[in-house]
Nanobody
Framework: QVQLVESGGGLVQAGGSLRLSCAAS????????MDWYRQAPGNQRELVAT???????NYADSVKGRFTISRDNAKNTVYLQMNSLKPDDTAVYYC???????????????WGQGTQVTVSS
C-alpha cells in the first residue's frame, strides 16, 4: 500500500555531509512515525533516528549532535541530514514509516529499499 523511495546516498570523505531523502507514495490515510535505520556488514540493523507525527525526535548516541532528522508532512517525506561524517557511519541506510490505511485504526509499516553511504578516510 505504501512504497518508500530513498535517495541521497553516495561516497563522501570523512568530515563531509550527505542528505538522505525518503518519499512515501501509495494509498494511505496518514503517516505516523518515521525512522532511519542503518546496517553495516557484520552488524545488526540499528535505529539511528526517529521523528514522531508531532515532531519529537530521538537519536542514537553515536550520531547525536551530527545527524538531524526532519519531515515534510505535505510531501510525505522524511530527511536525514548527516554532518561531520565518520568512516564508522558507513552502512546501508533504510527509512521506515508506520501508517494508517483508510477506514482502519491498525498501524502498518513500510521499509525503503536502502541506500549505501560510504565514508572514506
Amino acid at each position: 500500500q505504501v512504497q518508500l523511495v530513498e535517495s541521497g546516498g553516495g561516497l563522501v570523505q570523512a568530515g563531509g555531509s550527505l542528505r538522505l531523502s525518503c518519499a512515501a507514495s501509495g494509498r494511505f490515510s496518514r503517516i505516523n512515525d518515521m525512522d532511519w535505520y542503518r546496517q553495516a556488514p557484520g552488524n545488526q540493523r540499528e535505529l539511528v533516528a526517529t521523528i514522531t507525527t508531532g515532531g519529537s525526535t530521538n537519536y542514537a548516541d553515536s550520531v547525536k549532535g551530527r545527524f538531524t532528522i526532519s519531515r515534510d508532512n505535505a510531501k510525505n517525506t522524511v530527511y536525514l541530514q548527516m554532518n561531520s561524517l565518520k568512516p564508522d557511519d558507513t552502512a546501508v541506510y533504510y527509512c521506515k514509516v508506520t501508517y494508517y490505511k483508510f477506514s482502519s485504526s491498525y498501524l502498518f509499516d513500510a521499509w525503503g529499499q536502502g541506500t549505501q553511504v560510504t565514508v572514506s578516510s
